[in-house]
Each structure stands twice: as structure tokens, then as C-alpha cells.
């Protein structure tokens, strides 16, 4: 049987509000449903053992009482579902800088469940910058080395501001400006290009220029929302 090529470790970070979880679901959507299992753990705060259970849970299975057990079980169910069902499973664990490292270790022996070079499944670690950095330690070295693919959410330029927001009018239903280029170019500077940040002051640059009963978003607006939030 041929496996699927997306297999290991991978580690997208970013800042608070980079848009990790969003790029990571944009890139999932690709994914055929008939050769992937997809398992998204959204808080890791459930400590390992609420992970296997997530995992098993998604796999169609009984989770088991006795932990000792129960990481088995999740091992042999994902390697089921590759080798047996043709489906690789693809487990995000958003928020991952939450992890312990021994959790961080406990999710890296879940591939060794036999003597395979590649592992029976994607494991995708979505988290702040911390991470990174706490993977480059000596204790972590063993699940570092696994890791296929690093990147990093960075900040948007003025350029990917200002189409972010003319995409985000387009959906609305909005073909003509809305913001001037000053208020963007404030909107940027304020929220130093990190999308969640655009969203907040956009809006509320919006609703004071509502309030003002203006017809388009000006510098003066958005200047007032960035204000607001700096308070």
C-alpha cells in the first residue's frame, strides 16, 4: 500500500492573534476526507490522558479506564486506520505551547507503537513562539528531531492590511472603499499587522465613524478606535 507523504511532527507558531488556528483549518479543508481522519484537540489543557481518549473517541472506539492502557489502544487505532482503512490521521493540537513536556513526550511514543521508520500518522502542533523555543531543548531532543516542518505566522505587511480588509468588505457584500488609505495605514500600524488586531480596531474604527454619521472610515476614526484600545 502507498501511505500519504504528510507524515511526522509539524510545528506552525505564532503570535497571539496571528491567525495560526485559521491558516491551519484553511489548509485541512484541502485535505480529502477519504484519506484523511482529521482530530482536532482545541484545548490540551486536558492533560495526555484527555488526549487519548480524543483520539480513540474520533477513531470509533470505547476509550479505556486504566491509563496504561488507553495510550496502547490509541496507538494501535491510529496505525489501524492508516494500514487497514488507507486513512491517515491528521491530529492538531491547538494551543500547544500549553503542553507539559512530558505530554510533548507521551504524543512522540505514539508512533512507536512497532518498528515502522515512518510514523502511522500527521501530528500538527499549533502554539506561540514558546514552543519553539522549548523544543530546542535538550530534554525535547528526541521528538526536535522528528519534526518535519517549522513555520511561523508572522505579522501582515501595510500591502496584506489593507487587501485583508478589502477582502473582508468584499464578503460583506461591500465593492466600493471603506476605509481610507490613512485609516488603514493606522489600522496597520496600531495592530502591527496581526489579523485578530485589524478585526478589533476595524470595527471599532466602523462604529465611530457610525456614530460620527461619516461615509467612509478616515484617519480620524481609526485614530479614535486606536485609542480605545490603548486605554
Known sequence: MRKPHIIGPQIPA????????????????QLEPSRH???????????????HSAIVTALGATPSFFSGTLAAQAASLLAGELDERS?????????AHSLSNDDLEALRMLGNVSMDTESHFA?????????RRRLKLAVMAALSQRIGTRFTNGPMSLEDTTDYL?????FAGRADPLFSEDAIAVIHQASRGYPRMVN?????????????KGAIVDQSAAQSAVTEFSE
Open 200 to 212: 478589533n480596531i476595524a470595527l471599532a474604527a466602523l462604529m465611530a465613524t457610525q456614530a460620527a
Open 37 to 51: 481522519q482529521i482530530i482536532y484537540i482545541p484545548d490540551p489543557t486536558i492533560d495526555i490522558r484527555g488526549i
Open 87 to 95: 486513512r491517515l490521521p491528521v491530529i492538531i493540537i491547538d494551543e
Open 14 to 29: 505564532g503570535e497571539v492573534g496571528a491567525g495560526k488556528t485559521v491558516a491551519a483549518r484553511a489548509a485541512l479543508d
Open 166 to 170: 478589502k477582502g473582508h468588505l468584499g
Open 123 to 131: 501530528l500538527l502542533l499549533i502554539g506561540q513562539p514558546t514552543l
